[in-house]
């Protein structure tokens, strides 16, 4: 299992900008979850939430607003 590390001040930057996926799904970053190290996205065509972890979000999700 490969440890990553979370830069916490990046997380805390992130909240509240609005990023996309690959298919232009917009999602505001609402919260992250530390325990399991997961963002809380509100999608905001569903009207859902979603988790994602740490490193699939920085991998799939642009940012597009701050």
């Given amino acids: 299992m ?11 930057q992130q909240l509240g900008t ?3 996926d ?3 799904n917009e999602f505001v970053v ?3 979850k530390i325990g399991c190290s997961a ?5 905001k065509k569903e009207q859902q939430y979603y ?4 490193n699939a979000f920085n991998t799939f999700y ?3 607003s701050g």
């Fill in 39 to 43: 963002y809380q996205l509100w999608d």
């Fill in 18 to 20: 609005v990023v996309v």
């Fill in 2 to 12: 490969t440890e990553t590390m979370i830069d916490y001040n990046k997380v805390k």
């Fill in 62 to 64: 642009k940012q597009i």
């Fill in 30 to 32: 609402y919260d992250f």
């Fill in 22 to 24: 690959n298919h232009s």
């Fill in 51 to 54: 988790y994602t972890d740490y």
